[in-house]
């Protein structure tokens, strides 16, 4: 029989809204007296972070981290879905205020606050933390606040970031768990010691043993009256597939992060066969799937006929992957660099286009033949291809590559599925020829989050692609206030990218969640955990909490 071959998941703008996969309900008394305090909360990551700074490394490595030890000047309302300049609440700024031009944000700062080692938060520690956020040489994520033009101190707690122009999104970039507020008395310490790790968050780090398990334990003069809940906080560390075995085990309250890990098909089914009292739940990503050509080696794929010869080989009708939920949530093929829903994206017609797969697979076959022939590659090449480990999708769609590569166009590829603390640091060095991996942003809040990603000199740019008229045009689209040509630059700037093609996505993705049925959030209580976009969810740990004793909860087997 055939086998199916495995891909991606549902693209995340075609699913409309969150799909929930329920189990029987847990058994809630008529009337909950108010948050029990105590317990441990217990979740994991698949790889301990290189540093522990949260300006210098994007993605879901420092998160469990950052956002248990740090605090930002705003956070998104932690009991809504919705991320959005118009759910910011206060964190570390009790209050802020607009200037009529939308060009001069004044943010009044809490009192009283103190970092983990007791020195006190001032201004002083919001304009270097701020400073440091926008400098492109201190941060992997400055691009979303380029338009900050100064960080001026009013006094000791009030502080005004004054604007280039009016950027409504200010507020969403300024969240945690990346834009935090660090003491800046500690600016000389190591980011990849630990000792880094001192914040005003509901947190503190206690322990770190390495290859196993952070332990944090509750700030007992955190800035909230009453929060956190919990009196401990321990992320374990895990490969993707041992997250799911320690969940149905109960060694574990959540199933991988407060936002993710809950991904692959299999995974989910085997939570609600052998935990069927856990709640899941999935959301879509701000993240695509698919190949990334490296601009940084020199080789073959640095031709754009190859690039795109590669691309129009692909079936991707055949490989629609079932491997992260598949058929249970309906998998649509293709993807583009812009959610499909999102104003000014490019259509799933136009992206096929785009990348040469508008036709028919056997007529692609023999263009993509003749563009490798022309490129001077008539007999092939070969290339080195890497992935992660964590799930057959990866693997499988490295296999199914390499097959067709080989079989249509003669191109041999060397499969190589490292381990998570081989694989990012290539992928951050930019050290591969060919990598399957993924392409996100932090927040899916507007087009900007998405183009910026590829801008040169960003760390989800993971290829190194430079185009100056690129860089222009997502840097235009930040200042431009008029929405008509706002769409009229992302356009531009999307046919720019895909004419260039130095990722090609696959597919979307749906990531979530699992917890056991009695954690609550919030109060009033929440069943469980609020999912929110990107990683906005890492600031939400304060308000967790049990109903009922933090015991093992899963039933014998």
């Given amino acids: 029989m055939k086998k199916v071959l495995f891909v991606l998941v549902t693209i995340i703008v075609l699913v409309a ?12 008394p008529q009337k909950l007296t108010g948050p029990i305090r105590g317990g441990v909360l217990r979740v994991a990551n698949v790889i301990e972070p290189p540093y522990y700074d949260p300006h210098r490394l994007t993605g879901g490595r420092l998160v469990n981290h950052s956002g248990a030890v740090f605090s930002a000047l705003v956070r998104p309302d932690p009991m809504k879905e919705e991320v959005s300049s118009k759910t910011m609440t206060p964190d570390l700024a009790e209050s802020w205020d607009i200037s009529p031009d939308g060009k001069t944000y004044t943010f009044n700062l809490r009192r009283g606050v103190t970092f983990h080692d007791g020195r006190p938060l001032t201004s002083k ?7 440091k956020f926008r400098d492109p040489k201190r941060s992997a994520l400055s691009t ?36 935090a507020i660090e003491p800046e008395h500690l600016k000389d310490v190591n980011p990849k010691s630990t000792d880094f790790l001192v914040g005003t968050g509901p947190f503190k780090f206690k322990e770190h043993i390495p290859g196993k398990v952070f332990i944090y334990e509750r700030n007992p003069n955190y800035f909230v009256p009453g929060l956190p809940y919990v009196d401990r906080y321990e992320v374990y560390i895990l490969e993707q597939a041992a997250v799911t075995d320690a969940f149905i085990g109960g060694n574990l309250d959540v199933c991988g992060s407060m936002r993710s890990y809950l991904d692959f098909g299999p995974h989910i089914l085997k939570v609600q066969k052998y935990a069927p009292e856990a709640v899941t739940a999935l959301k879509p990503f701000p993240y695509t799937r698919g190949i990334h050509f490296s ?13 795109k010869a590669m691309a129009m080989v692909v079936d991707y009708h055949e490989v629609v992957v079932p491997a992260f939920g598949g058929r249970e949530v309906k998998p649509v093929e293709g993807a583009g660099l812009l959610p499909f829903y999102m104003p000014g994206a490019f259509n799933k017609e136009e992206v096929a286009k785009a990348y040469g797969v508008d036709k028919p697979l056997e ?35 490295m296999s199914y590559l390499a097959d067709i590569w080989k079989r249509h166009l003669n191109i041999t590829m060397k499969v190589r599925i490292l381990e998570s603390a081989v694989f990012y640091p290539l992928v951050d060095k930019g050290d591969f020829e060919v990598l399957f991996h993924g392409l996100q942003t932090q927040t899916d809040a507007e087009a900007y989050g998405f183009l910026s990603s590829m801008t040169s000199g960003q760390i989800q740019n993971y290829v190194k692609w430079s185009n100056k008229e690129y860089d222009a045009l997502v840097g235009q689209l930040m200042s431009e206030g008029n929405e008509a040509k706002r769409l009229e630059l992302v356009r531009k700037a999307q046919s720019i990218f895909y004419a260039e093609m130095p990722y090609v996505a696959f597919g979307g993705v749906t990531q979530g969640t699992g917890w056991r049925p009695d954690l609550r959030m919030g109060w009033p209580a929440i069943e469980g955990i609020v999912i929110q976009p990107g990683y906005t969810n890492a600031s939400i740990i304060d308000r967790i909490w049990f109903e009922g004793t933090a015991k093992r909860w899963t039933k014998a087997r």
């Avoid at 338009?147 to 507020?171: A, G, N, Q, T």
């Avoid at 601009?295 to 690039?307: E, H, I, Q, S, T």
């Avoid at 092939?380 to 057959?392: A, K, L």
């Fill in 17 to 28: 809204s969150m799909v929930v996969l329920t189990t029987p309900a847990f058994t809630q």
């Fill in 125 to 131: 520690d919001v304009k270097y933390s701020l400073d």
């Fill in 144 to 179: 979303g606040v380029k338009p900050i033009e100064s960080v001026d101190i009013v006094d000791d707690y009030k502080v005004r970031v004054r604007l280039l122009h009016p950027y409504p999104e200010l507020l969403v970039y300024l969240t945690s768990p990346f834009a």
């Fill in 295 to 307: 601009f940084a080696r020199k080789g073959p794929w640095n031709d754009l006929r190859v690039r």
């Fill in 363 to 397: 007529q692609r076959i023999v263009d993509a033949k003749r563009l490798v022939k022309e490129a001077g590659y008539p007999d092939g090449f070969q290339v080195d291809g890497i992935t992660i480990t964590g799930g057959p999708f990866w693997s499988e769609t």
